[in-house]
């Protein structure tokens, strides 16, 4: 039975609790700073990390005169735009007929072993592409990856037209807290930034009034170990111990 991001969610906060010894001493958190450091240490895995990004495909449906369109905010970036067929800037149909094709299909596909041959196949894929970059089967396209809208530098007279996105993305929240990789990172980073939170807090005063002088508080000592924590896990990212990818030659 697979988890939802709450129960995922969840056991990363019992973990943050538990390590921080709750049940034995009063944990000052609450459930929202569990959820602000777990935030943050998904936001600073996705900076940080190759493994947070994946490529993927989207299906986007083109309506009558628009061009612009606002993607979901998990794409980064787009690069590049496909339609199914040859193109056409008449419509959509257009391109769905074309008598090469309907010849090659004929002479090369129906009678396979007889006629025909790779060469063939070849050039018949290379007059796909001739003829999709003279009749608009490439679609040119601008793309600001703050406000995630992409604007189609085509005039569309009809509209129903599904094209294809070819995207880099965030992968999803599900996906980074399910991966045995990612996850063990996650917590831990949610750990420090949960002992920062109480550090920050626990340092606004020095002690706490009581018999016998009070009692002396440990917020500078949890908010040196919360950033040495930090810093030992944003190593590790340069270590690749996540799974992702590590770099490739550069030149230039």
Same mark, same amino acid.
């Given at each position: ?23 034995i ?5 609450d459930k ?6 777990i935030?943050?240490?998904?936001q600073?895995?996705r900076? +940080?990390?190759?493994?947070?990004v994946e !490529?993927s495909?989207?299906?986007? =449906?083109? %309506? ?6 606002? /993607? ?14 040859i ?10 007929f074309?008598?090469f ?16 041959g790779?060469a063939?196949y ?5 007059y ?7 009749f608009g ?13 992409i604007?189609?530098? +085509?005039?569309?007279?009809v509209g129903? !037209?599904?094209?294809?996105?070819? =995207?880099? %993305?965030?992968?999803?929240?599900i996906?980074? /807290?399910?991966?045995?990789l ?14 920062d939170?109480?550090?920050?807090a ?19 000592a949890l ?14 990212l340069?270590?690749f ?12």
């Open positions: 039975m697979s988890s939802t991001v709450d129960q995922l969610r969840d056991n990363i906060a019992d973990y943050v609790f538990d390590r921080l010894g709750s049940g001493v009063d944990v000052e958190l929202k700073h569990i959820d602000t450091a935030n943050r240490a998904l600073r895995y900076q +940080r990390a190759q493994n947070s !490529e495909y989207a299906v986007l =449906t083109i %309506n009558k005169e628009q061009s612009d369109y606002t /993607l979901p905010q998990e794409i980064i970036t787009v690069r590049q735009v496909f339609r199914r067929g193109g056409s800037v008449t419509g959509t149909t257009a391109s769905q074309e008598p094709a309907s010849g090659y299909l004929n002479t090369y596909m129906l009678v396979a072993g007889r006629v025909g790779l063939s070849d050039m018949f894929t290379q796909q592409e001739l003829a999709m970059r003279m089967g490439h679609i040119n396209f601008t793309w600001n990856p703050v406000t995630k809208k604007s189609l530098i +085509r005039k569309f007279p129903g !037209e599904d094209v294809i996105l070819w =995207t880099y %993305n965030y992968k999803p929240e996906t980074l /807290l399910s991966d045995y990612i996850q063990p990172w996650i917590q831990d980073y949610a750990l420090a930034v949960s002992k939170i109480i550090g920050q626990r340092e606004k005063f020095g002690s706490i009034a009581g018999p016998q002088g009070g009692t002396q508080l440990n917020g500078g908010k040196a170990e919360a950033k040495e924590e930090m810093d030992r896990l944003e190593e590790e340069k270590k111990v996540d799974g992702s990818q590590p770099y490739t030659f550069v030149i230039g």
